[in-house]
Nanobody
Framework: VHVAESGGGSVQAGGSLRLSCTAS????????MTWFRQTPGKEREGVAS???????HYADSVRGRFTVSRDNAKNSLYLEMNNLRPDDTATYYC???????????????????WGQGTQVTVSS
């Protein structure tokens, strides 16, 4: 499974950005697709996940501001980020899992396939 993100950039506080991700696989169906983010010196944290049925989960820090969506036919994942804040500045990673328990967890060990990351910078 190959995962690739796009859409990062720089924006002022209060602005919006949309991230995209594609997970290509010839052998496996993608159960969970999730966005993580990481800043230097900190652990990678889960932001938002979505399963193949469209069930979503969000970190408390982004709930109400970010919206995750998915196009199963294209194995594509999106993250619409609104009302961005400086503490949203991070490298954002897309991750995919081909096997999932009852829900798509926002935990790193669940995901075996990762993109290279895309930088999001929010200035005050």
């Amino acid at each position: 499974v190959h995962v690739a993100e796009s859409g990062g950039g720089s924006v002022q506080a209060g602005g919006s950005l949309r991230l995209s991700c594609t997970a290509s696989s010839s052998s496996y169906s993608i159960a969970c697709m999730t966005w993580f983010r990481q800043t230097p010196g900190k652990e990678r944290e889960g932001v938002a996940s979505i399963d193949s049925d469209g069930d979503t989960h969000y970190a408390d820090s982004v709930r109400g501001r970010f919206t995750v969506s998915r196009d199963n036919a294209k194995n594509s994942l999106y993250l619409e980020m609104n009302n961005l804040r400086p503490d949203d500045t991070a490298t954002y990673y897309c991750a995919a899992a081909t096997v999932a328990p009852m829900m798509c967890l926002l935990t790193v060990p669940m995901y075996g396939y990762w993109g290279q990351g895309t930088q999001v910078t929010v200035s005050s």
